[in-house]
Nanobody, 125 residues
Framework: QVQLVESGGGLVQAGGSLRLSCAASGRTFSNYAMGWFRQPPGEEREFVAA????????YYADSVKGRFTISRDNTKNTVTLQMNSLKPEDTAIYYCAADQLMAGYNRRPDEYDYWGQGTQVTVSS
């Protein structure tokens, strides 16, 4: 079992930045790829970014490429999503998730094994 707790959400103006963090506990953190997903109001959960077990490979949705950066620190059991140049369409609940497939390339929510409770990000225009 892996427990995940997100933090860092909030309200920001368009063009601003936020940094989301996800703290993991339980099983060995480096045995999992990690992903960030988001769920806008009234919509389905969608892939944002993922990182493999070592941190050397990252993957992004086209909508956030060049603006968001995912990283991890296996010594601190944390994964971070740095979000820059935020847009109103980035407004959503953001979730971190852990995937037993360590490669990190999975993009479907049902491919991930553990989830955090989510943190709200609201971008005003």
């Amino acid at each position: 079992q892996v427990q995940l707790v997100e933090s860092g959400g909030g309200l920001v103006q368009a063009g601003g930045s936020l940094r989301l963090s996800c703290a993991a506990s339980g099983r060995t953190f480096s045995n999992y790829a990690m992903g960030w997903f988001r769920q806008p109001p009234g919509e389905e959960r969608e892939f944002v970014a993922a990182i493999n077990w070592s941190g050397y490979r990252t993957y992004y949705a086209d909508s956030v490429k060049g603006r968001f950066t995912i990283s991890r620190d296996n010594t601190k059991n944390t994964v971070t999503l740095q979000m820059n140049s935020l847009k109103p369409e980035d407004t959503a609940i953001y979730y971190c998730a852990a995937d037993q497939l360590m490669a990190g390339y999975n993009r479907r929510p049902d491919e991930y094994d553990y989830w955090g409770q989510g943190t709200q990000v609201t971008v005003s225009s």
